[in-house]
């Protein structure tokens, strides 16, 4: 069962292959979302401080019927907060919201705050300082691992140039159609393990000839084609959804995808038009307007 498989992290934490995101869950439903997924088996809960909904899947994890101990929830400090004080603070607050009294995970949203996303301004000195306020929020013990999102190589080389803790992992847009495999192989030198958010391209996988037809041939759905893609390619796979049954589905990825078919995967011709969510920096690569 992919519920039972998981990752090693730098320090020795376990962390699941398969995990429920949870943006664009509206903070009401946020709670009964978690519930159903842990109900299903997911173990790994991925939030933000930018979804808006940590207070409904803190409630969800809070009261799902599951030992806390048992969940990794992970959230990510707001890509705006770009000093040791508001990111402390904001770490605070994002505890004091989900009701807990630890996170799992907590990581940058972005090397850059969204209105200059990908832009000359690489915001390297800011993110030391950011950096900085996750390492001491380990070390007092609120969170249990810490990472990056969004970060490209340059980015992490900067941390990496002088932290007291290497960031442990990397959540990176990582779908059949779009693999950045230079990053995965650097992140991979360096034991970040990359976590792959937008698995299924936010939904734009669903409409591509070639993975449909590969996916018949394995019997399973393009969702679930890709799902085990990204789990392949040794990373952590994050699909979001508040629909039990797609839950269910996305799960059921105990197949193995052929040496040769994930070697045509990861080298197909590159997404063009995320469709409606263009307007979105991380799937644009351009900036906010």
Same mark, same amino acid.
């Given at each position: 069962?992919?519920?039972?498989?998981?990752?090693?992290?730098?320090?020795?934490?376990?962390?699941?292959?398969?995990?429920?995101?949870?943006?664009?869950?509206?903070?009401?439903?946020?709670?009964?979302? %978690?519930?159903?997924?842990?109900?299903?088996?997911?173990?790994?809960?991925?939030?933000? #401080?930018?979804?808006?909904n940590e207070r409904g899947v803190g409630e969800g994890v809070r009261t799902c019927g599951i030992a806390r101990e048992e969940l990794f929830v992970a959230s990510k400090v707001a890509a705006e907060l770009k000093t040791y004080e508001s990111a402390t603070k904001s770490i605070d607050?994002?505890?004091?919201?989900?009701?807990?009294?630890?996170?799992? #995970?907590?990581?940058?949203?972005?090397?850059?705050?969204?209105?200059?996303?990908? @832009?000359?301004?690489?915001?390297?000195?800011?993110?030391?300082? @950011?950096?900085?306020?996750?390492?001491?929020?380990?070390?007092?013990?609120?969170?249990? @691992?810490?990472?990056?999102? /969004?970060?490209?190589k340059d980015d992490l080389e900067n941390l990496l140039a002088d932290c007291r803790v290497k960031p442990m992992v990397n959540q990176i847009l990582l779908h059949i159609s779009n693999t950045d495999l230079a990053l995965v192989d650097y992140c991979k030198s360096q034991n970040i393990?990359?976590?792959?958010?937008?698995?299924?391209?936010?939904?734009?996988?669903?409409?591509?000839?070639?993975?449909?037809?590969?996916?018949?041939?394995?019997?399973?759905?393009?969702? #679930?084609?890709?799902?085990?893609? @990204?789990? #392949?390619?040794?990373? %952590?796979?994050?699909?979001?959804?508040?629909?039990?049954?797609?839950?269910?589905? /996305?799960?059921? %990825?105990?197949?193995?995808?052929?040496?040769?078919?994930?070697?045509?995967?990861?080298?197909?011709?590159?997404?063009?038009?995320?469709?409606?969510?263009?307007?979105?920096?991380?799937?644009?690569?351009?900036?906010?307007?």
């Amino acid at each position: 069962m992919i519920f039972d498989e998981t990752y090693t992290l730098a320090n020795g934490i376990k962390i699941p292959k398969l995990g429920l995101g949870t943006w664009f869950i509206e903070d009401g439903k946020a709670s009964d979302a %978690v519930k159903s997924a842990v109900k299903l088996g997911y173990r790994l809960i991925d939030t933000a #401080q930018a979804y808006g909904n940590e207070r409904g899947v803190g409630e969800g994890v809070r009261t799902c019927g599951i030992a806390r101990e048992e969940l990794f929830v992970a959230s990510k400090v707001a890509a705006e907060l770009k000093t040791y004080e508001s990111a402390t603070k904001s770490i605070d607050e994002t505890l004091e919201k989900m009701g807990l009294d630890y996170l799992d #995970q907590m990581i940058i949203h972005s090397p850059q705050p969204w209105t200059e996303f990908r @832009v000359e301004k690489r915001y390297f000195e800011e993110n030391k300082e @950011v950096w900085r306020a996750l390492e001491d929020a380990q070390k007092a013990g609120k969170i249990r @691992v810490i990472g990056v999102s /969004n970060f490209l190589k340059d980015d992490l080389e900067n941390l990496l140039a002088d932290c007291r803790v290497k960031p442990m992992v990397n959540q990176i847009l990582l779908h059949i159609s779009n693999t950045d495999l230079a990053l995965v192989d650097y992140c991979k030198s360096q034991n970040i393990l990359v976590e792959a958010y937008s698995p299924i391209a936010h939904g734009e996988a669903l409409k591509n000839p070639a993975i449909a037809e590969m996916a018949k041939k394995y019997h399973v759905t393009p969702a #679930q084609l890709c799902i085990r893609y @990204v789990i #392949q390619l040794g990373t %952590v796979a994050l699909p979001k959804t508040a629909n039990p049954e797609h839950m269910a589905d /996305n799960a059921n %990825v105990d197949f193995v995808i052929s040496d040769a078919d994930m070697e045509t995967l990861m080298h197909m011709e590159h997404i063009a038009d995320y469709g409606d969510f263009n307007i979105f920096p991380v799937f644009s690569g351009k900036p906010l307007a």
